[in-house]
């Protein structure tokens, strides 16, 4: 997500359970296991960075959630390499320059072996771009903007690509609602929301779906009404809103109130929207779809189990950045095993050449290092989410 940068260093610290942790204090020593050195002494250390607070912080903490039950799984299984991990996690607060702050302590005080993060896109690719210079081999479990891949041949990322998704729902429009014109709105300083709108209008022109309104605001905006009712003046058949969790709360209430009647559609950032929204309103969520990257119906009894940990140790549900954190750090560790040591190169040939059966399926990596994988449609409907189909555009 595109973030107001701001120019304060990170103070933070590791609070640790046995290996696993992710801090949100300030000026507190981390507690550390095993040797100085990532790859030596009991323990192998793999770094973290998530926004446990701020406004994004609904999906650091359910990323961080998800990672620690693969830790504790891989440990009890008897860890990598013949040693456990320990992961090592900081609070970013969903800003670039924090971010690339706790990345520097990671890398220079702790000596990780390898990086699970970021979550959203901005403070991801400042990290990315720390990483490259390193070597540091480097998967985001839910970064999905295009360039975050592109920085460098050791970054990869377990979820979709923005452009993946825009494209994908521009056909599920044209091809499965049978939708001939489409209104959009989106943030225009958001760089998840922008790549996911540009490829969204370049495919649907491609297929001859109009766009017959197409709106901006910026980061921080709470009052959508004037670009909603030009918007519903037009009534298109769908309305694309690729942008994150708590703006869509603001935007389908509003959106209702002014009585736009087109199905909303989005992407994987809508996850976690019931959390957000008023229980009293979620009727304005009825009868919209979004591309995730899992279907918590799935039959699979890995995923079950998952599913179970996860709310016994959370009180809550999972969602799809649990699960994904929980397949980025199961990859990563896959990785150093096959690869037979902590090094950096021979750890991103591994990831490079993977074939991991995860909680989001089959996952391999095409030549940007970016997922080969289907998407599930999900709709939501009184309250609830609710799995459609799988489709491949």
Not at 62 to 78: F, L, P, Y
Not at 103 to 116: I, M, P, R, S
Not at 147 to 168: H, V, Y
Not at 349 to 374: C, H, M, S, V
Request: aromatic share 8%.
């Amino acid at each position: 997500m595109k973030m107001r940068i701001l120019s304060i260093a990170l103070a933070a610290a590791m609070l640790t359970s046995g290996l696993t942790g992710c801090s949100k204090g300030a000026d507190k020593n981390s507690e550390t296991s095993g040797a100085a050195s990532g790859a030596s002494g009991d323990a192998i250390k793999i770094g973290g960075l998530a926004p446990l607070t701020g406004a994004v912080s609904v999906y650091g903490n359910a990323t961080n959630n998800g990672i620690k039950i693969a830790v504790d799984e891989i440990n009890d299984a008897g860890g990598v390499l013949g040693k456990k991990i320990q992961y090592i996690c900081y609070d970013e607060k969903g800003d670039a320059t924090e971010a690339v702050n706790a990345y520097n302590k990671l890398v220079q005080n702790d000596e990780v072996v390898a990086l699970v993060g970021d979550v959203t896109s901005t403070p991801t690719l400042a990290v990315a771009q720390q990483a490259i210079q390193d070597g540091l081999p480097m998967i985001t479990a839910t970064g999905t903007a295009e360039a975050i891949t592109q920085t460098g041949d050791n970054i990869f990322r377990a979820c979709f690509t923005d452009p993946f998704q825009g494209e994908l729902m521009a056909n599920y429009a044209s091809k499965k609602l049978n939708a001939k014109t489409a209104g959009i709105i989106y943030n225009m300083a958001d760089d998840y929301s922008l790549g996911l709108m540009e490829t969204f209008e370049k495919t649907a022109k491609e297929l001859g779906l109009k766009i017959v309104a197409k709106e901006s605001y910026t980061t921080n905006d709470v009052d959508f009404k004037s670009q909603l009712t030009k918007i519903a003046a037009q009534k298109p058949d769908v309305f694309f809103v690729p942008v994150y969790a708590q703006d869509l709360a603001l935007i389908a209430v509003q959106a209702q109130q002014i009585g736009i009647k087109a199905k909303m559609l989005g992407a994987d950032g809508w996850d976690g929207v019931l959390e957000k929204i008023d229980k009293s309103n979620v009727s304005a969520l009825d009868g919209s779809f979004f591309s995730s990257q899992y279907s918590a119906e799935s039959d699979d009894p890995a995923l079950k189990k998952f599913l179970s940990t996860y709310k016994e140790r959370n009180k809550t549900e999972a969602n799809m950045f649990s699960v994904l954190g929980y397949d980025a750090m199961k990859m990563m560790a896959q990785a150093i095993t096959e690869a037979g040591s902590t090094d950096s190169q021979a750890i991103v040939e591994k990831l490079a050449a993977i074939d991991y059966n995860g909680l989001t399926g089959n996952i391999k990596f095409d030549k940007d290092r970016n997922p080969i994988k289907q998407a599930a449609i999900t709709t939501i409907q009184g309250g609830k989410n609710k799995f459609v189909e799988f489709y491949k555009k």
